[in-house]
């Protein structure tokens, strides 16, 4: 799938592979929204690639609905999204990255916030 013209939404987008996946779409044409807990960080990279900062710890079910989406639910509404405008000439609506870490199945000391989000 090409992703030129299609929006991505980028959780923890401003930092580490988040970010990486960011500027990658970014690259290729994707509109961005780019979701992440460090405020300073998120409007730098997010301007960076062209995409919009929202700042928000999606772990936090409160924070993720003032940012104007539900932490558990941001998946779902892209991809309710994603079916209503044609499909492109492959049959592409658009691209969902989900990117998990081992750190889900092997925590380490005084890693449990890193490692918790990994688990869901």
Known sequence: ???????????????????????????QGAKGTMFDINADTCRTDAAWVG????????????????????????LRFVAAEMVRP???????????I?????AACEGQVGKSAYAAPASI
């Open 51 to 74: 995409a919009i900062a929202l700042v928000c710890d999606v772990e936090s079910v409160g924070e993720a609905l003032a940012a104007t989406v539900g932490s558990f639910n941001i």
């Open 86 to 96: 044609e499909a492109g000439a492959e049959g592409e609506r658009g691209i969902i």
């Open 98 to 102: 989900n990117t998990a870490s081992i």
């Open 1 to 27: 799938m090409r992703p030129e013209g299609h929006v991505a939404v980028v959780a923890g987008g401003a930092s580490g592979i988040g970010f990486e996946t960011a500027e990658a779409l970014a690259k």
